[in-house]
């Protein structure tokens, strides 16, 4: 990676990062999107959309989650 590019990896913020849904996280990692969804809710830096509910619909939680909490998840969890 030339030197340029780097320096616009570096500066480029949050949230023009790569975001993945949670089918996609379970489909790269061969894994259930419960499990997805258990390993990501909590974790630091991902993006939880909350739809409430009401007296009749359930309430919905739609996570993004960015390549850098993507990877730092598959490094903790190949230690």
């Known amino acids: 990676m030339q030197e340029h590019e780097r320096e616009k990896v570096e500066a480029c913020p949050e949230y023009e990062a ?13 894994l259930s999107a419960d499990v997805v ?9 991902v993006v939880v959309l909350r739809s409430t509910g009401g007296k009749i619909r359930r309430s919905y939680r739609t ?3 960015p390549a ?11 230690a």
């Open 37 to 45: 969804r258990r390993l990501f809710e909590n974790e630091p830096g």
């Open 63 to 65: 996570l993004r989650i």
């Open 18 to 30: 790569k975001h993945f849904t949670v089918d996609q996280v379970a489909a790269m990692w061969m």
């Open 68 to 78: 850098s909490v993507v990877d730092r998840v598959h490094k903790r969890l190949a």
